[in-house]
């Protein structure tokens, strides 16, 4: 009786234990076909450069094409939902920028739900926002800026490359933070923006790093950069922070897959993602952008998402924004 339980236990534990042996084979054969890796904007912008660049480092450290997908719309949220939908067995990718977490709130009735629906992956890069102004406003610093603001209520108008973009909500948060008022005026993209700032038609933009030539050239200011410290590509230049203590908009990119994508595949992505964010080549291209590592373990992904998620949100709510 008692040979008959053990050999009845062994089978047991044999049974539970094949699945995920067979999960881990999986993952070592992975991937055995191309893998897409979808983006929710158009080809030639930061996301799709930040996609071919950590593509072309899986492509290579993992024998199979990995095909950038440009899925643009709705604020991208139309390649989140494409990858909600898809098979988990990794090989259909996400690239998650800010905005998917921005979408979450400003967006009524998703099909989905980006923290549940979405399986972290990796972080790949945070880029700095930079606070520009036109030349002629009279302020060289955040504090005489806000000063200035102070002064002339109402008066300054603040650019974006849309409503609900992330410019746009880095200036509504310096605004609640700064105690001060801005005329917001949305433009259907960042470079519009950049150029009615250079312009005069508009005072202040919380742009990106492209606009470093037009810095040079002196056709506009920089004051200060949104990260939380200084960036190591401007050195010299000031954080919001230290004026505004926690004050903190940059924008950031990272991979995800469809929720119940088996752990073993997250990981093994994880683990070569995080090999080319130490690769020198990549580290380079992404200090082009302006940008910082974000090497972490899914879970350090994931608590990004959930603090961005909160944050916007919560900017969102109490700014009454809605999408064009």
Request: hydrophobic share 45%; proline share 7%.
């Amino acid at each position: 009786m008692k040979l008959q339980r053990r050999r009845f236990l062994r089978l047991v534990g044999g049974a539970a234990a094949f699945p995920a042996a067979s999960r881990i084979a999986k993952a070592q054969d992975y991937p055995s076909r191309p893998v897409r890796l979808i983006s929710g904007f158009a080809a030639g912008g930061a996301p799709d450069v930040v996609a071919r660049l950590i593509g072309q480092w899986l492509a290579e450290r993992l024998g199979k094409q990995f095909i950038i997908e440009n899925r643009s719309g709705a604020g991208g949220n139309i390649a989140v939902e494409a990858v909600v939908n898809a098979p988990a067995d990794g090989y259909t990718l996400l690239l998650i920028p800010t905005a998917a977490a921005i979408n979450t709130t400003l967006y009524d009735n998703l099909n989905f739900n980006l923290v549940r629906d979405i399986a972290p992956v990796a972080g790949i890069v945070r880029v700095p926002n930079l606070m520009l102004v036109n030349p002629l406003v009279p302020a060289r610093t955040v504090p005489e800026f806000i000063a200035y603001a102070k002064a002339n209520p109402g008066k300054i108008s603040m650019a974006s490359a849309g409503i609900g973009s992330g410019p746009h909500l880095g200036g509504e948060l310096f605004k609640r933070m700064a105690g001060i008022e801005m005329v917001h005026v949305p433009y259907r993209g960042a470079l519009p923006a950049l150029t009615d700032l250079i312009g005069g038609h508009v005072q202040v933009l919380f742009g990106n790093t492209a606009s470093n030539e037009y810095i040079r050239a002196g056709k506009v200011r920089v004051l200060a950069v949104t990260t939380m410290t200084r960036s190591e590509t401007l050195p010299d230049v000031p954080a919001v922070a230290e004026f505004l203590p926690g004050y903190e908009a940059s924008s950031w990119f990272g991979v995800g897959a469809p929720r119940n994508t088996p752990p073993e595949i997250i990981n093994r992505l994880n683990q070569e993602i995080n090999a080319g964010l130490a690769d020198p080549r990549i580290k380079a291209r992404l200090a082009d952008l302006g940008g910082t590592v974000l090497v972490g373990s899914p879970a350090d992904f994931a608590r990004l998402i959930a603090d961005e998620t909160a944050k916007w949100g919560e900017v969102i709510k109490l700014t009454g924004i809605k999408p064009e």
